[in-house]
């Protein structure tokens, strides 16, 4: 196996466990697609196979979990109400609610496990696994891609992932705080 079939290897085994961070990877696979170092259109396809499929074993472990989980849960009123808060987001909102979950730090993971102790419909949650999925891969790979073919300089290609991701961390972080100091309910809090 040459260099470049051991990448493949390297982002299936980094992109199918959901808890692993891996946005950079990704991005940097873009660039490198841009400097013809890996296949574009086979990264795609390997990067959604291998995120939906973390995705679905997270929902198979939460549903072959239920009714341990679902025992542990009910030990306590804070737990139950959690799963239950849980539990009517996805009933009320349905696909998009596991759209938007992989997109929450953590909710990749947690999201698909909660699914499956609530038993969110399997259908439903595999629609919204592709679409969400679909939607990182492009925009993350994407990126990656277009920042690889606007450089020359391979070393800048290879910074570019975690470029991409600590800019992308940095707005999410800054929008937050903003929201955080000038909304509306906390106007009252701060005596404006």
């Known amino acids: 196996m040459d260099g470049t079939h051991w990448m493949y290897v390297l982002l299936v085994l980094v992109t199918m466990p959901p808890m692993i961070p891996n946005s950079a990877l990704v ?14 259109p086979l990264l795609i396809v390997i990067l959604l196979a291998s995120t939906v499929l973390g995705d679905m074993s997270m929902f ?5 979990a239920r009714s ?4 542990w849960m009910s030990r306590r009123q804070k737990r139950r109400s ?3 808060w849980a539990a009517e987001r996805f009933r009320r909102y349905g696909v998009p609610s596991v759209i938007v979950m992989r997109f929450v730090p953590s909710g990749r993971g947690l999201g698909g496990v909660t699914a499956g102790i609530v038993d969110f419909p399997l259908r439903s949650y595999l629609l919204g ?4 999925e679909a939607v990182f891969v492009s925009c993350t790979l994407g990126l990656g891609y277009l920042g690889g073919r606007l450089v020359d300089n391979s070393v800048t290609v290879v910074c570019m992932g975690p470029a991409v991701s600590v800019l992308t961390a940095g707005s999410v972080m ?3 705080w903003a929201w ?5 309910r906390r106007a009252g809090d701060r005596g404006d």
């Open 174 to 176: 800054a929008v937050r």
């Open 27 to 40: 991005a940097g696979a873009g660039a490198l697609a841009a400097a013809g170092s890996l296949n574009l």
């Open 68 to 71: 341990r989980a679902l025992r």
């Open 82 to 84: 959690m799963l239950d």
């Open 60 to 64: 198979w472990a939460g549903h072959l």
């Open 180 to 184: 955080t100091r000038w909304s509306p």
């Open 129 to 132: 696994a592709l679409l969400a």
